[in-house]
């Protein structure tokens, strides 16, 4: 069983003020709350732990408690911490249950009886809803590398709260231009709560044999060692198809190949990326012995 630091859950030291303790959880609570995070799971278990670290340590007895703990924790929960069980079926006077907590909590507190989840209106106060409708709500959006090439526009469904707070599903249009890049943001005028604006963070889907490096696309290209040698055309995958790339004769394993422009279009006066084809040489195996004597021969001949 995991031991719960509360402490560095808030971001507070181990001798902080109930006020203390509270502007901490007011600070977290408006950046993970389920109701400003409308649809983010992650977020919501981060909640819950913030939310379960203030209720132990606003709650003078639960608070005692905790700070009685040491190294032995566990028997000390056993013995002297609680009713000497691991297990507590209750429901506290906010009507939530300990689904919301973990089991360290169920293990040293399940006796006090904790409320659940509280809503953003009892922490933030009467003004709560309205900072609810100023927020900008933020999205993941996943796009293939050939949609960020050629530019698209994406239908989606997403669940943002209304201006009361409520989690609704809206659908959105979003125009994404020629070469977006991972981790850039879209915004969407006036689709939010109470007329704010909506954001969608750019993802890529891994493409199964291109890479990204900034605006420039990466592919390893495995090329018969008779080509390498002897020079000859082979043909790779990029943003716009297939493509016919000429290997140089000689080239050798690991060098590079760039196909300007064939990487993401450049966007407000940057340039274009490139498409850089690294060369793996293919070794071949299970010679004829015609094969084998044609090697043995260009090994004497050397």
């Known amino acids: 069983m995991e031991f719960k630091d509360y402490y ?9 003020s109930d006020k203390e303790i509270k502007a901490a959880f007011k600070r977290l609570a408006r950046k993970y709350h389920p109701d400003m995070n409308p649809g983010n799971r992650e977020a919501e278990e981060k909640f819950k732990e913030i939310n379960e670290a203030y209720q132990v340590l606003t709650n003078p007895e639960a608070r005692r408690r905790y700070d009685s703990l040491g190294p032995n924790w566990q028997q000390t929960a056993r013995t002297g911490g609680g009713p000497g069980t691991y297990t507590w079926t209750y429901t506290g006077p906010g009507g939530g249950d300990f689904g919301d907590f973990s089991e360290f909590f169920r293990t040293v507190f399940g006796d006090l009886g904790m409320p659940g989840m509280p809503d953003l209106e009892d922490i933030l106060g009467p003004r709560g ?32 709260p209304d201006e009361n707070g409520r989690a609704i599903a809206k659908r959105l249009d979003i125009t994404v231009p020629k ?11 006036g689709a939010g709560p109470g007329g704010s604006d909506v954001y969608f963070r750019i993802e890529f889907v891994p493409h199964p044999q291109l890479q990204v490096d900034g605006r420039n696309i990466l592919y390893e290209a495995t090329v018969p060692l008779t080509t ?10 990029s943003l716009r198809g297939n493509t016919i790339v000429t290997v140089p004769p ?27 084809v690294r060369v793996r040489v293919a070794i071949p195996t299970n010679l004829t012995p015609t094969q084998r004597r044609l090697f043995e021969q260009l090994r004497d001949a050397r």
């Open 129 to 160: 809803r309205r900072r609810i409708r100023r927020t900008s709500p933020e999205y993941a959006l996943r796009i293939s590398l050939e949609e960020a090439y050629t530019g698209t526009v994406k239908h989606v469904q997403v669940n943002m």
């Open 179 to 189: 070469g977006v890049l991972s981790g850039q943001r879209l915004r969407v005028a």
């Open 250 to 276: 000689g080239t050798q394993c690991g060098q590079t190949l760039r196909l300007r422009g064939l990487g993401l279009p450049g966007r407000a006066g940057e340039a274009d990326g490139d498409e850089l």
């Open 228 to 237: 390498c040698v002897l020079g000859g055309d082979i043909e790779v995958p």
């Open 8 to 16: 560095a859950i808030l971001g507070v030291p181990k001798n902080a």
